[in-house]
Each structure stands twice: as structure tokens, then as C-alpha cells.
């Protein structure tokens, strides 16, 4: 039926839009379109249309931008459930519009009017991850935001901070030799950290309890190298992760063995 299309619809929805304004429409008639957003969330619907109708939407959810933290621009002072937003922006535009929440599906927008860069917002749970971003516009009274605003602030926070309520997952011991081995983990899931993940604990331990070993990683490394391992012994290895408030639980213990000899030495064995 393509050669039947006439044109197509596209509905650009701001996520949230308080305003509860109709979403911005664009007649097309070639299959593409250039949009120039904010960082906010956006819901895009597309439609084709000829002389019988228009066709069932497609609808796209513009991803999340996979920036840092903007650091400087947005600070953050808790009030027990309360948290005071501050901020200085580049310029003075007439308004900001606030986005906060754990994700595109329940995020809370506020138009601040003021020039203090001041806003106070409620009702935080703990131990969830809050996105909050600060955006500057030149238009304020619900009309749409779509090519009016600009992102000038991007921060993460959490109310309160807790322990991580598991450990890595799928921990292996790889490479054995006599005096070394190789750990591998997989990071502890964004959800289970409860807080910033700080980094990570290995504790590793001969079978006799006569040798004990604490290494502390930051958050981002993934495999560690044991050295200074002595030969035809056990030992025993758990990882934890550790946020501001404290340690997590540790994995549950995996056991490896190293061998007598080391490559060479059984080599000459051999011969």
C-alpha cells in the first residue's frame, strides 16, 4: 500500500506534560523528520494517511541520553523526605520546567517562574534512584515545550542511601596457576545496589584460616587478578559491594585449588 500513502502524522508528546496540552503534530510527506529535544523523555506516534484514513500508530519512546551527570550545574540538600533543588543557570529565561522521578514512567514536572533557581520537592522513598533535570524556556504557560527548551542540568540522587542487598553475580576463578588466579564477576544490578555503589570487597582465604585477604576496587572493575597464592593449597573467595551506608552481603564462597607445581617446574618433572 505504499504507493497509496499520501503523507504521514507525527504526534510529539513531552513525558510528563503537565500542561495536558495536545501533542505537537507534524505533516510530512517523506519518512523522516528532524527534532531538536531537550533531555526530557519524549513519546513520538506516527501515523501514514491517504484518501481512506489515516493508519494505526507506531509509537517510539525517545531513549534516555547516556550522559553523565552534568556536575556543578544542579545541587541537592536533604530535608528528612524533602529535598531542596538549587541551581545557576547559564542565562535568566523566563521560566525552568523541573522533570524528577525513578523513570520515564513516573516522572513529575513543575514550571518554576521564579529567578532564584530554588525548588523544593516531596515525597521521596528511600533506597530508589531519582533522576532529576532542570530545563530552561522561553515559554511557560502550558503551551508546547517542544524546540523551546534547553537542558542545562542533569543530576542522580537518593533520599536515603542503604546497603547493597546482594552481591555479584556469576563469580568464576579462571587461569589457576601455583601463586595466582584470575576473579571474574558480574556487577551488582542498579536495582539491588539501594545506593551508589562505591566499589567492591574480595576477601580470600587459604583452607587453613592461617592466611586472610581484604582488596577494595572501585565500582566500575569487573575481574581481579590474586597473586602471592601458595601452591597445593584451597582457598576460598566472596565479593561484596559497599554503597556510603555501608557493606552488602557477601557472594556465597567459591572454593578453587592451586596447583603443587607451576609450569615450569612440571615441565622439568616431566623430562
Given at each position: 500500500q505504499n504507493e497509496n500513502i499520501l503523507g504521514?502524522?507525527?504526534?510529539?508528546?513531552?513525558i510528563p506534560n503537565s500542561c495536558k496540552d495536545s501533542p505537537n503534530r507534524i505533516f510530512l510527506k517523506d519518512g523522516k523528520v528532524l527534532l531538536n529535544l531537550s533531555m526530557a523523555y519524549y513519546r513520538v506516534n506516527i501515523s501514514a494517511y491517504n484518501k481512506?484514513?489515516?493508519?494505526?500508530?507506531?509509537?517510539?519512546?525517545?531513549?534516555?541520553?547516556?550522559?553523565?551527570?552534568?556536575?556543578?550545574?544542579?545541587?541537592?540538600?536533604?530535608?528528612?523526605?524533602?529535598?531542596?533543588?538549587?541551581?545557576?543557570?547559564?542565562?535568566?529565561?523566563k521560566c525552568f520546567v523541573v522533570d524528577w522521578g525513578t523513570g520515564k514512567e513516573?516522572?513529575?514536572?513543575?514550571?518554576?517562574?521564579?529567578?532564584?533557581?530554588?525548588?523544593?520537592?516531596?515525597?521521596?522513598?528511600?533506597?530508589?534512584?531519582?533522576?532529576?533535570m532542570v530545563h530552561a524556556s522561553d515559554v511557560c504557560q502550558c503551551e508546547n515545550f517542544t524546540g523551546h527548551e534547553k537542558t542545562?542540568?542533569?543530576?542522580?540522587?537518593?533520599?536515603?542511601?542503604?546497603?547493597?542487598?546482594?552481591?555479584?553475580?556469576?563469580?568464576?576463578?579462571?587461569?589457576?596457576?601455583?601463586?595466582?588466579?584470575?576473579?571474574?564477576?558480574?556487577?551488582?544490578?542498579?536495582?539491588?545496589?539501594?545506593?551508589?555503589?562505591?566499589?567492591?570487597?574480595?576477601?580470600?582465604?587459604?583452607s587453613r584460616r592461617t592466611e586472610s585477604l581484604v582488596v577494595t576496587l572501585n565500582s566500575s572493575t569487573t575481574s581481579y587478578h590474586l597473586t602471592g597464592l601458595k601452591g597445593k593449597n584451597i582457598y576460598h573467595v566472596q565479593i561484596s559491594g559497599f554503597t556510603?551506608?555501608?557493606?552488602?552481603?557477601?557472594?556465597?564462597?567459591?572454593?578453587?585449588?592451586?596447583?603443587?607445581?607451576?609450569?615450569?617446574e612440571a615441565l622439568c618433572i616431566c623430562v
Open positions: 504521514y502524522y507525527v504526534n510529539v508528546e513531552r481512506a484514513g489515516e493508519s494505526p500508530q507506531a509509537i517510539y519512546i525517545v531513549p534516555d541520553f547516556f550522559e553523565a551527570d552534568l556536575p556543578g550545574q544542579i545541587h541537592i540538600k536533604h530535608q528528612g523526605t524533602n529535598a531542596v533543588v538549587t541551581w545557576t543557570p547559564e542565562y535568566n529565561p513516573d516522572m513529575c514536572m513543575k514550571i518554576v517562574t521564579t529567578a532564584s533557581g530554588k525548588f523544593t520537592l516531596d515525597n521521596f522513598q528511600p533506597y530508589k534512584l531519582y533522576k532529576i542545562f542540568g542533569v543530576t542522580h540522587f537518593y533520599s536515603v542511601e542503604g546497603v547493597p542487598r546482594t552481591g555479584p553475580t556469576n563469580v568464576t576463578i579462571l587461569n589457576v596457576t601455583k601463586n595466582s588466579a584470575l576473579v571474574k564477576w558480574t556487577k551488582i544490578p542498579a536495582e539491588d545496589c539501594l545506593g551508589f555503589l562505591r566499589g567492591y570487597r574480595i576477601t580470600y582465604t587459604d556510603n551506608a555501608g557493606e552488602g552481603p557477601p557472594t556465597v564462597s567459591e572454593p578453587f585449588s592451586t596447583p603443587k607445581y607451576g609450569t615450569r
